[in-house]
């Protein structure tokens, strides 16, 4: 793996199972976006490592968890899978213009502890939102050596779901140095119906099994969020990041009984090996 690109922190969002409406899914999304494929695309690229995140148990959770997840990247040429983009490939052209798409796996959310999967006792009788494989969808343009800007969109593969959510934001980078990166992200986030009455509403059914009052929350937006990254190389073998983002529930979801912290951080640490 080239030294210059090593893998982010954010990248163990997957793994966790937080990939959609966690803090820690919003900083992963700015990340992904910056993702440049080989030099040469007859070249193996390969990365392995482990991370320390702190997350929300789930998205407008008023608790929060520690894992120790394991990191993992493999690309050649335009073809890549990872624990941040699943399985896919992506074209990028000499002009900064870049177009991706990946199938990964949305692990939904489950109404009580878990080590894998988003989910809370707190959410005791809600029922589980079901996971889905994903289609993501991710444009980016380079606008300088500094700014960049990209869109996403991510649709749920499992029938009767109907899923989507989608994704606009900046990224500009502080720092750019030989061995160290520091790179700031803002985005907006949005769902349609079905996606944020899924993860933020509450129905007839639900209220009448749980403490919470039916909520519906239309499509649109759901969230704000803001992040910092920062990339250190200590060798062409090794290198650490550093991912803090925050995150502001607000828009169709801001009065959802189910966020009872409408603005959360988020905190991963991460050592990687590259091949």
Known sequence: ????????????VTALGLVTVSPLAIAQDSASTTQAPAADPNTLQAAVGVAAVNAPRYAGSSRDRVQFLPVASVAKGPWFADTLRGI???????????????????????????????????????????GSIVSRTIVAQQLNAMLSMSAEAEYSLKDG?????????????????????????????????AFNRAYFGVSSAQSARTRFATYRAAGGLYAYSSSLNWTHV???????????????YSGQVDDSPIVARRTALTSAVAMNYSF
């Not at 793996?1 to 163990?12: D, F, I, Y």
């Not at 896919?88 to 991706?100: E, L, N």
């Not at 199938?103 to 707190?122: A, E, I, M, T, W």
């Not at 200590?234 to 502001?248: A, K, L």
């Open 1 to 12: 793996m080239n030294p210059s690109r090593p893998l982010h922190a954010a990248w163990v």
């Open 234 to 248: 200590f060798s062409p073998r090794w290198s650490s990041n550093v991912v803090v983002s925050g995150v502001r």
């Open 161 to 193: 779901t109907r899923r989507a959510r989608y994704r606009t934001g900046v990224q500009l980078a502080l720092i750019q140095r030989e061995a160290d990166m520091l790179t700031l992200n803002v985005d907006v986030h949005g769902g349609n119906a």
């Open 88 to 130: 896919g490939a992506q074209y990028q052209t000499d002009g900064g213009f870049s177009i991706s798409e990946a199938f990964h796996y949305d692990f939904g959310r489950v109404d009580r502890d878990s080590n894998l999967r988003p989910g809370s006792k707190s959410l005791r009788g809600m029922g589980d939102v079901p």
